[in-house]
Nanobody, 123 residues
Framework: EVQLVESGGGLVQAGGSLRLSCATSGFRLDTHSIGWFRQAPGKEQEVVSCISTSMDDPWYSDSVKGRFTTSVDNARNTVDLQMDSLKPEDTAVYYC????????????????WGQGTQVTVSS
């Protein structure tokens, strides 16, 4: 059974940092794309980063590029999202997702989703 479990969300002041972790099980990271998404109240879901073994570097949306860093720990089967220089507009529920396949990670229709973790950035 495929499972993704996010952790690490919380409340932080603007300019601070949080590290989200996505614990994965039931599939191989080297055959799947992993995406980090967020959804703020009243807004559409947004992909903020994604990664697969076909890529030299993770992909980032313009809204987080230079502030967020995605990394994979193959030994622990986790995919982390380090979020620095956080802004109030980063406030959202953050989800990790997985999909079989290694290409076009930023536009894939992801099949598997975690339950989400809340990130709140106060001004």
């Amino acid at each position: 059974e495929v499972q993704l479990v996010e952790s690490g969300g919380g409340l932080v002041q603007a300019g601070g940092s949080l590290r989200l972790s996505c614990a994965t099980s039931g599939f191989r990271l080297d055959t799947h794309s992993i995406g980090w998404f967020r959804q703020a109240p009243g807004k559409e879901q947004e992909v903020v980063s994604c990664i697969s073994t076909s890529m030299d570097d993770p992909w980032y949306s313009d809204s987080v590029k230079g502030r967020f860093t995605t990394s994979v720990d193959n030994a622990r089967n986790t995919v982390d999202l380090q979020m620095d220089s956080l802004k109030p507009e980063d406030t959202a529920v953050y989800y990790c997702a997985a999909d079989y396949g290694l290409y076009y990670c930023q536009t894939r229709d992801y099949a598997y989703w975690g339950q989400g973790t809340q990130v709140t950035v106060s001004s």
